[in-house]
T-cell receptor
Framework: DVKVTQSSRYLVKRTGEKVFLECVQD?????MFWYRQDPGLGLRLIYF???????EKGDIPEGYSVSREKKERFSLILESASTNQTSMYLC?????????FGPGTRLTVL | DAKTTQPTSMDCAEGRAANLPCNHS???????VYWYRQIHSQGPQYIIH???NNETNEMASLIITEDRKSSTLILPHATLRDTAVYYC??????????FGTGTRLLVSP
């Protein structure tokens, strides 16, 4: 089975802090994704990567950056966390059809 | 993504078949239909996908109409653990999925 893991299930940070969310997949997938999920808005794509060191903006990239130095790891960075970035963050990976999701990180920015 | 329309919520009795409809009337000829579900407090889970033929796997069956403008996800024997939000997605870009609000399925004893 594909396993996608995220570094934390719950995270609390303060406004202005730099935040790193880590995602690791163990199936040698080329594509990896970061989403955020908010009530009433569904999942929204922040960034995705289709290869090492390659990245593309999703629908809501503002305030975020990403890093993909190794195939199995895709990091989401909040350069200066703000309260409107309080959300559930979901990482996914895929090879072809079907994305496989991690358990999510619930981030609260105070 | 091609726009999809799903009912907001549905109920199903445990052990019965759950049939979840989805309209995607603007789908193009080479676009696939994907289904995911999200159980409370978990990440979304891939269920099944198809192009024009009906598909079946260990989780569900997918029935796509001949004109491809709608599809139905079938859970043949729903259990309480199938209570979740079910998303029907027709992505325009390869691997870029846009999740709408889905159908909240409640399976009751």
């Amino acid at each position: 089975d594909v396993k996608v893991t995220q570094s934390s299930r719950y995270l609390v940070k303060r406004t202005g802090e730099k935040v790193f969310l880590e995602c690791v997949q163990d199936m040698d997938h080329e594509n990896m994704f970061w989403y955020r999920q908010d009530p009433g808005l569904g999942l929204r794509l922040i960034y995705f990567s289709y290869d090492v060191k390659m990245k593309e903006k999703g629908d809501i990239p503002e305030g975020y950056s990403v890093s993909r130095e190794k195939k199995e790891r895709f990091s989401l960075i909040l350069e200066s966390a703000s309260t409107n970035q309080t959300s559930m963050y979901l990482c996914a990976s895929s090879l072809r059809a079907g994305q496989f999701f991690g358990p999510g990180t619930r981030l609260t920015v105070l | 993504d091609a726009k999809t329309t799903q009912p907001t919520s549905m109920d199903c009795a445990e052990g019965r078949a759950a049939n979840l409809p989805c309209n995607h009337s603007t789908i193009s000829g080479n676009e696939y239909v994907y289904w995911y579900r999200q159980i409370h407090s978990q990440g979304p889970q891939y269920i099944i996908h198809g192009l024009k033929n009906n598909e079946t796997n260990e989780m569900a069956s997918l029935i796509i109409t001949e004109d491809r403008k709608s599809s139905t996800l079938i859970l043949p024997h729903a259990t309480l653990r199938d209570t979740a939000v079910y998303y029907c997605i027709v992505p325009r870009s390869f691997q870029k999925l846009v999740f709408g609000t889905g159908t909240r399925l409640l399976v009751s004893p």
